[in-house]
């Protein structure tokens, strides 16, 4: 049992769970960077609601999100890290392993600041529908990342993440890995986007995506692939011209994902000059750490062979 503020501790214990072997490519990394954006992913610039703060996902409101189908695992993964560290909030456990998930697969050093709170019920939890949905195009991008005050250079670096992991077909709708290693954070997903030849396929879902077909693989290599949104990205003048920038130069590319990412787990969060959160939430309930959750992972229920979401089909397949 760590002693409350020892946050190297707390990352020594998240490092010791990304190793995974009989799960997906063998890392936890990639759920743990999907958790801490979905987390903060929800945050409304107007209305300031949402955001990391709080750890709605606890909530079935928000957890049982289909947009969130998946996540369970990342949860799951952390109770250990929650057990030995049990004055860590969600929110700041969530948004660390993030953090420390990137870094460990090569990535660069994210800033990352503690303080937040968790909800004590799900009053607050925000509503449903403002994750983005991978089978759209730009407008939806920046209707969805405007929203929450970024701008198109920043939409570019943080689409990004899918350097790393996979979709999977139960819990969003689609299927396979953007890149070749994908626990190894890089610059390849925007390289591959410009280089390789993308073709739209149906899955057997009736879900649209795209797949690089490789003349020399073999039978059974899994295909990369791209989503819609993915593949707005080399389309939309705007964009592109960042996607081109950070397949030549990955330093670039680190360095704006670096800021991006510390900005997207900040959102709507007030600090003082001494960094201490002023949220009112903190203000009133102080840094309420909420009770350990079970170590089994419940979330979303399975849909055989599809879209979680699906009813007769999956027309707008969310992440
Ligand atoms: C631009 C809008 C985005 C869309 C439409 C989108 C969509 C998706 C979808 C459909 C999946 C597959 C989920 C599954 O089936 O398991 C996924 C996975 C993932 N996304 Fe995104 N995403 C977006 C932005 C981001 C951002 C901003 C990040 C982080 C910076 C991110 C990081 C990831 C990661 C790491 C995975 C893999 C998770 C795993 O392997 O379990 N995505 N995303």
Known sequence: MSNPGDYSAVRRDIVAQLKKPDYDDGSAGPVFVRL???SAGTYDAESDTGGTNGAGMRYEAEGGDPANAGLQ???????????KNPWITYSDLWTLAGVVAVEEMGGPKVA???GRTD????????????????????DHLRFIFYRM??????????????????????????????????TRFSNQFFKLLLKLEWKPRTLSNGVQQFNYVDPDAD?????????????????DPSFRPWVERYAEDKDLFFDHFAKVFAKLIELGIRRDEKGVIVNTDNVKGGYVSA?????????????????????????????
């Open 73 to 83: 695992h990342g949860r799951a993964f952390l109770e250990p890290v929650k057990e």
């Open 149 to 182: 005050g970024f701008n198109d250079q920043e939409i570019v670096a943080l689409a990004g993440g899918h350097n790393l992991g996979r979709c999977h077909m139960d819990r969003s709708g689609f299927e396979g890995p953007w890149v070749n290693n994908p």
């Open 112 to 114: 990352w600041k503690p």
């Open 36 to 38: 801490a954006w979905h």
């Open 219 to 235: 039978e059974d290599d899994e295909p990369l692939m791209m989503l819609p949104t993915d593949i707005s990205l080399i389309i």
């Open 291 to 319: 009770a350990k959750k079970s170590n089994t992972a419940t979330g979303p229920p399975k849909n055989e062979g599809g879209c979680p979401r699906a009813q007769g089909g999956c027309p707008r397949a969310r992440l």
């Open 119 to 138: 909800l004590v019920d799900d009053s607050k939890v925000p509503p449903r529908g403002r994750l983005p949905d991978g089978a759209q195009g730009a």
